[in-house]
């Protein structure tokens, strides 16, 4: 017997939370316990009282499954709202990375030309070593830490999908 | 930390109170006359606040499952939320399939955990456990408070989430000390959640096209849940004035039985793995399904891909993700099914609908049930042995004048009494049916018992499921329930030797119940009285021995060993492929089948 599954696509999950203690285990904790994937997940306050938190989720699945997964998030008690950007329409996504890469000479010339062409900022420098910081699409951060790895690579940091709609209407 | 309760709130500050004295105030104050429990080392400060309050009634069982179980008992029958208090580690986690079992049927309830103090949390201390983390994903919501002027507004709001929306168990943990340190009793204001508003009103325009469906069809069929008991007994109501205005044919999970009274015509019987031919084949050929409070579980579809292939689907329910979940709607209603059902009937009679001509409908349903599905091979001899169907049906038939509370554990025994006892109205039955736990029925048993002291209670049992919960006799002595276990003995974990008989080519493998008690010497040890029958010319004197000794009374109702559960849909058959007798029995599987429960 195999097993079988379903072509999956990727949403953009923006859920608007209480920010409780448990709530970033009662999310993570439902994508678990129903099999759903997470590809990441970011979460911080985002009101002026500390009472409500954003959580932005990318994940994957059937558009039967994202239909669930939506649903299922909505009725938890804290979960004020469950927006998926991927089907609300245009938005715009960023994602930062924290690169460290080591070398000296050509290399070290060849990191720092290429973090231009990203427009990533240099933030930390010792004699043989970088630290770059690049904001953009997940994609874009790929690229940069691929060719990063020719060039010394030692360490990534990255903060996952933080997302909005575009336009000047609120979620 | 301030003294132990009864310690006087401070002089210069009289409004306060310990966290125990609150939490039992608010329960007065929600209405709370029954609490089930046991107590421990972490809950001290809240029995002996409960100790002054002799408003609430405390039932002390015998292991804290019992406590849940007893208070789902306790909420299936009443429609009121159950309550358990139970203390830190163990409690907790025995608590815990209790808890689950609530969560998967939708029982109203709020279990009160004892915790150890605050500052000890997360040091393994002695009976500590995670009990936010363990039950976090068995509970429709859970707080950990540690403070005790959050106690008031968590247990009225959390009263609110268990019993509003589609009803659930919600756990409170209380650490020690925030029992014990004194803060101002708060009741909130408003009850209105900021984040949890679940839709009771259904949208007007998804009523309308319901109805519309509802009018064209000539084949539909209603498909009722236990969203239609949760939703009290006006839905039932409204359920039976629907129907009969439109003249459909009524199924129901086992959830819902007594929704829809059993003696009506238009009842068709339980759907589903154990349901009637009749039921499966009219779901299967229907052209509208109106499903109303029901979740299209697996138990009820079988194979999917073949479940009602012609038919549109209409799916009431309050619960937004019970919706699509597993099978497509056409049209989707999001509301309370009494609601729902009341806008239905509204609509159709403000529109001016007539009840079509389903006469064609009705024949072939006529047809099916023809095949008498629930019709059993049996020797009617005086000295023959009981058929456990016919013990079943001798039990509805002695007792249906007496309007009777049946609940039963998980297995043979509760399908043919879901297959034989008929039900009339709502909050008559009260089953194990998403978690199937074994263990649930006596304690349901004792919990509405509790809630109904003069209603007759039996508890349909099987000698297996029984002796998971069965120190519970400890607890209708102390209470003098007069509860009434009926066991359907065959000295089989039966369900489990049925699919071993069917998927596994009868290899019995640990499906054998061993080293039984003596079930009568049991009862009597417990002060309880004991009968046994094994004949079937004195079945029926023994249940009318049974009715009409008072107090608890245990039945060793001795039944065919080897009966099977029939009809049946194999795991992975469609609704058509319904075996109806054992001599359709292939007694193996192919690989898909068996990877299905």
Same mark, same amino acid.
Request: with cysteine; proline share 5%; hydrophobic share 45%.
């Given at each position: 017997m195999?097993i079988?599954?379903q #072509?999956?696509?990727?949403?953009?999950?923006?859920?608007?939370? @209480?920010n %409780?203690?448990?709530?970033?285990?009662?999310?993570?904790?439902?994508?678990?316990?129903?099999?759903?994937n997470?590809?990441?997940?970011?979460?911080?306050?985002?009101?002026?009282?500390h009472?409500?938190?954003?959580?932005t989720?990318?994940?994957?699945?059937?558009?039967a499954?994202?239909?669930?997964i939506?649903?299922?998030?909505?009725?938890?008690?804290? !979960?004020?709202?469950?927006?998926?950007?991927? %089907?609300?329409?245009?938005?715009?996504?960023?994602e930062?990375? +924290?690169?460290?890469?080591?070398?000296?000479?050509?290399?070290?010339i060849?990191?720092?030309? *290429?973090?231009?062409?990203?427009?990533?900022?240099?933030v930390?420098?010792?004699?043989?070593?970088?630290?770059?910081?690049?904001?953009?699409t997940?994609?874009k951060?790929?690229?940069f830490?691929?060719?990063?790895?020719?060039?010394g690579l030692?360490?990534?940091?990255?903060?996952?999908v933080?997302?909005i709609?575009?336009?000047?209407?609120?979620? | 930390?301030?003294a132990?309760?009864?310690?006087?709130?401070? *002089?210069?500050?009289?409004a306060?109170?310990?966290?125990?004295?609150?939490?039992?105030?608010?329960? !007065?104050d929600?209405g709370?006359d029954?609490?089930?429990?046991y107590?421990?080392?972490?809950?001290?400060?809240?029995?002996?606040?409960?100790?002054?309050?002799?408003?609430?009634?405390?039932?002390l069982?015998?292991?804290?499952?019992?406590?849940?179980h007893?208070?789902?008992?306790?909420a299936?029958?009443?429609?009121?939320?159950?309550v358990?208090? !139970?203390?830190?580690?163990?409690?907790?986690?025995?608590? !815990?399939?209790?808890?689950?079992?609530?969560? *998967?049927?939708?029982?109203p309830?709020?279990?009160?955990?004892?915790q150890?103090?605050?500052? +000890?949390?997360?040091?393994?201390? $002695?009976?500590? =456990?995670?009990?936010?983390?363990?039950?976090?994903h068995?509970t429709?919501?859970?707080?950990?408070?540690?403070?005790?002027?959050?106690?008031?507004?968590?247990?009225?709001?959390?009263?609110?989430?268990?019993?509003?929306?589609?009803?659930?168990?919600?756990?409170?943990?209380?650490?020690?000390?925030?029992?014990?340190?004194?803060?101002?009793?708060i009741?909130?204001?408003?009850?209105?959640?900021?984040?949890?508003?679940?839709?009771?009103?259904?949208?007007?325009?998804?009523?309308?096209?319901?109805?519309?469906?509802?009018?064209?069809?000539?084949?539909?069929? $209603?498909?009722?849940?236990g969203?239609v008991? &949760?939703?009290?007994?006006?839905?039932?109501?409204?359920?039976?004035e629907?129907?009969?205005?439109?003249?459909a044919? /009524?199924?129901?999970?086992?959830?819902?039985?007594?929704?829809?009274?059993?003696?009506?015509?238009?009842?068709?019987? *339980? +759907?589903?793995?154990?349901?009637t031919?009749?039921?499966n084949?009219?779901? &299967?050929?229907?052209?509208l399904?109106?499903? /109303?409070?029901?979740?299209?579980?697996?138990?009820?579809?079988?194979?999917?891909?073949?479940?009602?292939p012609?038919?549109?689907?209409?799916?009431?329910?309050?619960?937004?993700?019970?919706? &699509? #979940?597993?099978?497509?709607?056409?049209?989707?209603?999001?509301?309370?099914?009494?609601?729902?059902?009341?806008?239905?009937v509204?609509?159709?009679?403000?529109?001016?609908?007539?009840?079509?001509?389903?006469?064609?409908?009705?024949r072939?349903i006529?047809g099916w049930?023809a095949?008498?599905?629930?019709?059993?091979?049996?020797?009617?001899?005086?000295?023959?042995?009981?058929?456990?169907?016919?013990?079943?049906?001798?039990?509805? %038939?002695a007792?249906?004048?007496l309007?009777p509370?049946?609940?039963t554990e998980?297995?043979?025994?509760?399908m043919?009494?879901a297959?034989?006892?008929?039900?009339?109205?709502?909050?008559?039955w009260?089953?194990s049916?998403g978690?199937?736990?074994?263990?649930?029925?006596?304690?349901?048993?004792?919990?509405?018992q509790?809630?109904?002291?003069?209603?007759?209670v039996? =508890?349909?049992?099987? %000698?297996?499921?029984?002796?998971m919960?069965?120190?519970?006799?400890?607890t =209708?002595?102390?209470?003098r329930?007069?509860v009434?276990?009926?066991?359907?003995?065959?000295?089989?974990?039966?369900?489990?030797?049925?699919?071993?008989?069917?998927?596994?080519e009868?290899r019995?493998?640990?499906?054998?119940?061993?080293?039984?008690?003596d $079930?009568?010497?049991?009862?009597?040890?417990?002060?309880?009285?004991?009968?046994? /029958?094994?004949?079937?010319g004195?079945?029926?004197a023994?249940?009318?021995?049974?009715?009409?000794?008072?107090g608890?009374?245990?039945?060793?109702?001795r039944?065919?060993?080897?009966?099977? =559960?029939?009809?049946?849909?194999?795991?992975?058959?469609?609704?058509? @492929?319904? +075996?109806l007798?054992?001599?359709?029995?292939?007694?193996?599987?192919d690989?898909?089948?068996?990877?299905?429960?």
């Open positions: 195999k079988t599954q #072509k999956a696509e990727r949403h953009v999950l923006a859920v608007t939370v @209480d %409780e203690a448990g709530i970033l285990a009662r999310i993570a904790g439902l994508f678990s316990a129903r099999g759903y997470i590809e990441s997940l970011t979460v911080a306050d985002i009101s002026a009282d009472a409500l938190s954003r959580i989720i990318v994940t994957s699945g059937p558009p499954v994202i239909d669930q939506i649903a299922q998030l909505d009725r938890l008690v804290p !979960v004020h709202s469950v927006i998926d950007l991927t %089907e609300t329409g245009a938005h715009v996504e960023r930062l990375a +924290l690169v460290k890469v080591a070398g000296t000479g050509e290399k070290r060849e990191a720092l030309r *290429m973090a231009d062409v990203f427009r990533a900022k240099v930390d420098t010792t004699l043989t070593s970088f630290v770059f910081e690049i904001t953009g997940s994609d951060v790929d690229s830490i691929a060719l990063m790895r020719e060039c030692v360490e990534v940091g990255r903060t996952g933080v997302a709609g575009r336009g000047s209407e609120g979620g | 930390m301030t132990p309760f009864p310690a006087p709130a401070t *002089m210069n500050d009289a306060e109170m310990s966290g125990a004295q609150i939490i039992v105030q608010a329960l !007065v929600l709370v029954t609490v089930f429990g107590p421990g080392g972490a809950v001290l400060p809240i029995y002996d606040a409960l100790f002054e309050h002799p408003q609430i009634t405390h039932i069982v015998r292991h804290e499952q019992a406590a849940a007893a208070a789902e008992g306790y299936r029958s009443t429609g009121k939320p159950g358990v208090l !139970v203390t830190s580690g163990p409690g907790a986690t025995n608590a !815990v399939t209790g808890i689950t079992d609530a969560l *998967m049927d939708s029982i309830m709020v279990v009160l955990t004892g150890v103090p605050t500052t +000890l949390i997360g040091t393994d201390a $002695f009976q500590e =456990c995670d009990t936010v983390g363990i039950t976090r068995c429709k919501h859970n707080y950990l408070v540690m403070d005790p002027a959050r106690l008031g507004p968590v247990i009225h709001e959390a009263f609110h989430i268990a019993t509003h929306g589609r009803p659930g168990p919600v756990v409170i943990d209380i650490p020690k000390n925030v029992q014990v340190a004194t803060a101002p009793y009741v909130p204001e408003q009850i209105e959640h900021r984040s949890y508003r679940p839709q009771v009103e259904p949208d007007s325009e998804a009523i309308a096209s319901a109805l519309a469906l509802i009018a064209s069809a000539r084949q539909p069929i $209603f498909y009722t849940g969203g008991i &949760n939703a009290g007994p006006e839905a039932s109501t409204l359920l039976r629907l129907v009969e205005l439109t003249g044919p /009524v199924t129901s999970t086992l959830m819902g039985l007594g929704a829809f009274p059993a003696s009506d015509e238009k009842w068709l019987g *339980m +759907l589903g793995m154990h349901g031919y009749e039921a084949m009219a779901m &299967n050929r229907a052209d399904i109106i499903a /109303v409070g029901a979740r299209f579980d697996d138990r009820v579809t079988g194979r999917l891909d073949a479940f009602s012609h038919s549109k689907k209409i799916h009431i329910d309050i619960d937004r993700s019970s919706i &699509n #979940k597993i099978v497509a709607a056409d049209v989707s209603v999001v509301g309370d099914a009494g609601r729902s059902l009341a806008a239905l509204a609509g159709w009679k403000a529109a001016g609908h007539t009840r079509k001509d389903l006469g064609e409908w009705w072939r006529e049930r095949t008498r599905c629930l019709d059993f091979p049996e020797d009617k001899a005086p000295e023959a042995e009981i058929m456990p169907q016919r013990a079943v049906k001798a039990l509805y %038939e007792t249906r004048h309007d509370i049946i609940t998980v297995g043979q025994h509760q043919w009494a297959q034989h006892f008929g039900f009339e109205e709502p909050n008559r009260l089953t049916g978690l199937g736990t074994m263990g649930y029925g006596f304690p349901a048993a004792n919990g509405a509790v809630a109904f002291p003069d209603r007759l039996i =508890c349909i049992a099987g %000698e297996a499921s029984l002796q919960n069965i120190q519970e006799m400890g =209708c002595a102390q209470y329930l007069p009434k276990i009926f066991i359907l003995n065959n000295e089989w974990m039966g369900m489990v030797r049925q699919w071993q008989e069917l998927t596994y009868s019995y493998s640990n499906s054998y119940s061993d080293s039984l008690p $079930f009568v010497k049991l009862a009597e040890a417990y002060g309880w009285t004991g009968l046994k /029958v094994d004949r079937l004195d079945l029926d023994t249940i009318k021995t049974m009715i009409e000794t008072p608890p009374v245990m039945v060793d109702c039944v065919a060993k080897l009966a099977n =559960c029939f009809p049946m849909i194999p795991s992975g058959a469609a609704h058509t @492929d319904m +075996l007798q054992a001599a359709e029995v292939t007694g193996t599987m690989d898909e089948a068996k990877a299905l429960v």
